[in-house]
């Protein structure tokens, strides 16, 4: 299989939640455009880091990726397969090669299940390793990979710490050896000693596997250690897409630069000497987002086009993606 | 010298439980100097929250028994009635927690949880109290304060709600902030507005900061010296500066060490630090980090090491040179 084909193109993928009116009519109101037109391609193999702040709506990209939720626009294609065209039962099907990895590892397992039946549970849906041998073996098997001891299968998710249930979480996710994971926010709730530890799992079990991520997270420097490339999302749009190598020297657009300004370094000479590039404000609610590009009522260069006409993401000389009036 | 507005000396904090005493707070003792930050660095169960908490005595006492000392401004916190204390908390020791939300009163406005403790603590009347509090928010960066005091807390964002906290911290004019993970919940970017607020607000007022985290790159950019927690006992406290450059404790420099850098060429795997922090029901017998650290002799796990001078104002709690472990 070609090296740089893409496993995972998503064009123009559009969520919008309605808001009803109260009472019986329950009229809509308004929208809130969760994600309002992301386009990315993810390589084969490949992590893509999603980058954003919280309410940017980067968890509801990757759910509608997996159609976990229903876009309301634009086409997934994954592996040459149109996923908005599929029926219920091809989708389940396919959805056997995808899985996704949460946040919370407190939410999201279930206390009253063992550990054995959390990463069984998918094997059981999908109908794999049938057989009540083979499926204990292989659930051995999956909590070997992700480095819990199998003896502990009958245990349950609260006799565990945030990272070792968060392993567990991973060993559900690999049950049926998906190419694809979206990993959303895995380690955003784990001790600082601990985060280390599963990001490296994650890193080894992509070398072993040859899985492709969808990363999603709002700790730059977790996403620049483990992304080959990093998509910066603001108010449901990409506004810019870059290898990591670039990402080493810097953003373009000028929420990327702001963000990445304001990430804490572990280094307080740097601390001391940096310019840190101060947003004015809030983030405008996806009900009601500025006309043109969404950044512009934060954005320190802004000017008239901005408030007209929507930045495309365009390809600049160095390859990144850039969606901005500045760089046209 | 001028003398440390705030003096803890060997303040152990411990819990009943099912399966015997938690040893959570392990004979910690610092000092806090007048207009300076000190950071507590730990992770969860390291004891850096509850420390705090118990010197307000915002513990319930049981399960919690304090013991121990703490000097602010010479008069012992722990030592003090109901009446004296309340005295002092939220008036010259004010708090701010991690998250906002749950926090304030969501059935009262912003203005109502703004006022009551100026006419409480500082005899304001009601329109003054409301005057000040508009100015409170004006202060930590609200818009349109005037307006805005009047609205719920649903009705702000999570980094709005943040400042009406510290605004509500700054009220009466305290000494003493004490911030616990009050930036954790909030986006980057909203954080660097927080903090560079707050760095604001100590410049102006002379306030004295404990800022309470885990996070090692906020502390590189706001803290003068750091204590790092570890099981309920201090590993190394030093300057900000030679604490980041020397890592003298096994501990800080694992810890350190485990961080992604930007930057950094080709991903080498992180340097993970193995295992888990402690349970402080089965705390280990002698040093807490001895059972995952990379240098831990058998001395290590059976005799706690004291806290000790290893350079210039630098304490580190480990039975070796860091010269010779490092070398």
Not at chain 2, 206 to 220: P, Q, R, Y
Request: with cysteine; net charge negative.
């Amino acid at each position: 299989m070609p090296e740089d084909q893409a496993l995972l193109e998503v064009d123009a993928l559009e969520v919008h939640f309605p808001v009803y009116s109260r009472g019986v009519l329950r009229r809509q109101i308004a929208t809130v455009q969760a994600v309002d037109g992301v386009t990315l391609e993810i390589r084969r193999g490949e992590t893509l880091g999603l980058v954003g702040e919280s309410g940017c709506g980067k968890t509801t990209t990757g759910m509608a990726i997996l159609r976990l939720v229903q876009p309301t626009g634009g086409a997934v294609v994954f592996d040459s397969v149109d996923v908005g065209a599929l029926d219920k039962g091809q989708m389940r099907r396919l959805r056997r090669r995808m899985a996704m990895i949460f946040q919370d590892p407190y939410a999201s397992l279930d206390p009253r299940m063992t550990i054995g039946d959390i990463v069984a549970e998918p094997l059981r849906i999908h109908g794999l390793h049938e057989g009540k041998e083979a499926r204990t073996r292989r659930v051995a098997d999956l909590l070997d990979m992700v480095g819990l001891n199998p003896d502990y299968r009958d245990r349950f998710p609260h006799e565990f710490s945030g990272g070792q249930r968060q392993r567990v979480g991973i060993a559900r996710a690999l049950a049926t050896e998906p190419d694809f994971i979206v990993c959303d926010e895995p380690i955003a709730a784990l001790d600082v000693s601990i985060q280390a530890q599963v990001m490296n799992l994650l890193e080894d079990l992509q070398d072993e596997l040859g899985l492709t991520y969808l990363f999603i997270a709002h700790d730059l420097s977790a996403v620049q250690h483990l992304a080959d490339r990093i998509a910066v999302m603001y108010l449901g749009r990409i506004v810019e897409v870059v290898d990591r190598d670039q990402a080493v020297a810097g953003f373009t657009h000028p929420y990327s630069e702001s963000l990445l300004s304001a990430v804490p370094v572990p280094d307080p000479k740097i601390e001391r000497h940096r310019e840190r590039i101060l947003l004015e404000g809030d983030v405008p609610s996806p009900l009601n987002p500025p006309s043109g590009c969404h950044f512009r009522t934060r954005c320190r260069y802004a000017f008239d086009q901005c408030a007209t006409d929507d930045p495309e993401l365009r390809e600049l000389d160095d390859g990144r993606l850039v969606a901005c009036h500045l760089y046209a | 010298m001028t003398e440390p507005i705030l003096s803890v000396r060997d303040l152990t904090v411990s819990f009943g439980t099912r399966l015997g005493r938690a040893r959570v707070v392990n004979g910690l003792s610092y000092d806090v100097e007048p207009g300076e930050t000190l950071a507590i660095v730990g992770e969860s169960g390291s004891g850096k929250s509850v420390s705090s908490l118990a010197l307000l005595q915002l513990l319930p006492t049981p399960p919690a028994r304090v013991e121990g000392e703490a000097r602010f401004h010479g008069d012992d916190l722990l030592a003090m009635e109901d009446d004296e204390i309340r005295s002092v908390r939220g008036n010259r020791i004010a708090m701010i927690f991690q998250d906002p939300m749950t926090s304030l009163n969501p059935v009262r406005t912003v203005g109502y949880q703004l006022i009551e403790p100026l006419k409480m603590h500082m005899g304001l009347d009601a329109a003054s109290a409301r005057n000040r509090a508009i100015d409170l928010l004006d202060l930590v960066g609200i818009p349109s304060a005037a307006e805005r005091v009047d609205d719920y807390p649903h009705q702000f964002s999570g980094g709005m709600r943040q400042r009406v906290m510290i605004a509500m911290g700054i009220a009466c004019n305290p000494d003493l902030l004490i911030a616990d993970e009050a930036t954790t919940a909030l986006d980057v970017t909203t954080q660097a507005q927080i903090l560079d607020e707050i760095g604001r607000l100590q410049s102006e007022l002379g306030l004295s900061v404990i800022w309470i985290t885990h996070d090692l790159g906020v502390v590189a950019g706001i803290a003068d010296r750091v204590v790092v927690l570890y099981g309920g006992a201090i590993m190394e406290e030093a300057a900000v500066d030679p604490l980041y450059e020397e890592r003298r404790h096994p501990y800080t420099r694992a810890l350190l060490a485990s961080l992604p850098v930007p930057g950094a060429d080709r991903p080498n795997r992180l340097r993970a630090i193995p295992g888990l922090p402690p349970d402080p029901t089965r705390m280990p017998p002698g040093c807490p980090f001895a059972p995952r650290c990379a240098h831990a002799q058998e001395s290590c796990s059976q005799q706690a090491p004291e806290l000790r001078e290893a350079g210039e104002a630098h304490l580190v709690a480990c039975h070796f040179d860091p010269e010779e472990l490092y070398a």
